[in-house]
T-cell receptor, first 114, second 110 residues
Framework: ETGVTQTPRHLVMGMTNKKSLKCEQHLGHNAMYWYKQSAKKPLELMFVYSLEERVENNSVPSRFSPECPNSSHLFLHLHTLQPEDSALYLC?????????????FGPGTRLTVT | GIQVEQSPPDLILQEGANSTLRCNFSDSVNNLQWFHQNPWGQLINLFYIPSGTKQNGRLSATTVATERYSLLYISSSQTTDSGVYFCAVKGGTGGFKTIFGAGTRLFVKA
């Protein structure tokens, strides 16, 4: 089983749709992250969860709603998105949030908002 | 917060050539990683190297923490090395947040 998996890999949705992105990690880590990667921009950290508790929310619009039901699963619920939200959404995990621990990334979900 | 600068922004190599990618950071760090993002978007861990030197096959990396830079060396480049190389750091005034550089986009020609 690969370390961090994400589904779906590709998603096209209209601005009025509701969809969810799923991330699962099989590494026994306690911290999970959502990043957004837009064209020609650095990776932007969106949310951080540590032991299922949200510890960072970096000024992300409320149309993005994360959920972490347990330390292995992370969701990103999407509703009434805008075309500028089209991007690659990457999930990552690390052993702990604090401390010098490596982050491991999933393959990403490429989202297109029409 | 901590600033991360990568150079060069773009690099084109002939297959078999060697190259050096650089990452400068503006504050002390306790975590530095190099990643390769392949054409499908997957970020692959190359090195975890907050200090010192490591080698893995044709790739090696050196971080001089006291001078706030890290270098990634690619020897005998192959077309499969194409993609974007990111440096990411944690520490300094950034606290627990990982800060990514803008990346170096590498294209290796056959």
């Amino acid at each position: 089983e690969t370390g961090v998996t994400q589904t779906p890999r590709h998603l096209v949705m209209g601005m009025t749709n509701k969809k969810s992105l799923k991330c699962e990690q099989h590494l026994g880590h306690n911290a999970m992250y959502w990043y957004k990667q837009s064209a020609k921009k650095p990776l932007e950290l969106m949310f951080v969860y540590s032991l299922e508790e949200r510890v960072e929310n970096n000024s992300v619009p409320s149309r993005f709603s994360p959920e972490c039901p347990n330390s292995s699963h992370l969701f990103l619920h999407l509703h009434t998105l805008q075309p500028e939200d089209s991007a690659l959404y990457l999930c990552a995990s690390s052993r702990e949030r604090q401390g010098p621990y490596e982050q491991y990334f999933g393959p990403g979900t490429r989202l297109t908002v029409t | 917060g901590i600033q991360v600068e990568q150079s060069p922004p773009d690099l084109i190599l002939q297959e078999g050539a060697n190259s050096t990618l650089r990452c400068n950071f503006s504050d002390s760090v306790n975590n530095l990683q190099w990643f390769h993002q392949n054409p499908w978007g997957q970020l692959i861990n190359l090195f975890y190297i907050p200090s010192g030197t490591k080698q893995n096959g044709r790739l090696s990396a050196t971080t001089v923490a006291t001078e706030r830079y890290s270098l990634l060396y690619i020897s005998s480049s192959q077309t499969t090395d194409s993609g974007v190389y990111f440096c990411a750091v944690k520490g300094g005034t950034g606290g627990f947040k990982t800060i990514f550089g803008a990346g170096t986009r590498l294209f290796v020609k056959a």
